[in-house]
């Protein structure tokens, strides 16, 4: 399968659409975040999961001082239908937020926040 990018990002997202979002109070959350992700079937999860590697690989490349938006990919993305938006934190700059949504299906792109400890036994 070689398809472009953004035509893979919306088959992709085509194929997220026939699942709901779970029950309870995840109202614009992202799908790949802790309110939804881990209570979608394992298809679901794995569509979503590609569909952000899809996307950072469109969205995101390497430039001097690391990781920065490929402003073309964006452009490209928004074309087609997407919001989308990628680059650093506004008070931390080595870190990248950003994220694709099609309709009311978000997928967040960011690196994971350096306050947020994902395992409290591993201080």
Do not use: T
């Amino acid at each position: 399968m070689n398809k472009s990018p953004i035509k893979q990002i919306k088959k992709l997202y085509e194929q997220l659409d026939q699942f709901e979002r779970p029950e309870g109070d995840n109202e614009g959350s992202a799908w790949n975040g802790p309110e939804i992700f881990p209570f979608l079937p394992p298809e679901a999860q794995e569509i979503v999961e590609e569909i952000a590697d899809a996307a950072r690989e469109l969205l995101v490349r390497q430039g001097d001082w690391g990781e920065e938006v490929n402003v073309r990919g964006l452009n490209l993305v928004r074309k087609h239908g997407c919001r989308a938006d990628f680059g650093p934190a506004q008070y931390d700059a080595n870190r990248n937020v950003g994220y694709i949504e099609h309709r009311d299906r978000r997928i967040e792109l960011s690196d994971p926040s350096p306050d947020v400890v994902e395992d409290p036994m591993a201080i």
